[in-house]
């Protein structure tokens, strides 16, 4: 039997930061995320890797390749003096992993608090990665 888990806080904010938007990959993640769980979290010690799987019926994203990479989220986070980034991994069209990553520090047993941001508050770069998918 599979064990499974619900987001955390702070993984549940990253990803729907990163969908918030119009763009047509953006909207069907949102759909797909209504259906998330966590299959696996892996901490790296400057980071962790969160594997998800979807219990919705949802479509895929189109795309032209196999899997695809993107994020421009970045926190500010207490216990962090220089933060951290985020990617999302999509496979096959689906929400696969999110990895969280530091600058060179150790990642903390635990996050009280964060803030969000947009590396580019324009989100050019993401819009233009999400249109050639």
Do not use: C
């Not at 980071?47 to 219990?55: A, E, N, Q, V």
């Not at 926190?75 to 060179?104: M, N, R, V």
């Not at 996050?111 to 989100?123: A, G």
Request: aromatic share 12%; hydrophobic share 45%.
């Amino acid at each position: 039997m599979i064990n499974i888990f619900a987001l955390n806080p702070l993984e549940k904010a990253v990803l729907e930061k990163i969908i918030t938007g119009n763009h047509p990959v953006q909207v069907i993640l949102r759909e797909q995320l209504k259906g998330i769980s966590v299959l696996e979290r892996r901490m790296t010690g400057v980071g962790f890797f969160t594997s998800f799987i979807l219990s919705n019926a949802v479509p895929p994203v189109p795309m032209t390749k196999e899997n695809a990479i993107f994020g421009d989220v970045g926190a500010k986070i207490p216990e962090l003096k220089s933060g951290a980034g985020f990617l999302l991994f999509l496979k096959s069209g689906y929400l696969f992993q999110l990895e969280g990553y530091t600058y060179e520090e150790d990642w903390p047993e635990t996050i009280n608090s964060f803030e969000l941001f947009y590396f580019d508050p324009q989100r050019k770069k993401l819009l233009g990665i999400l249109s050639k998918l």
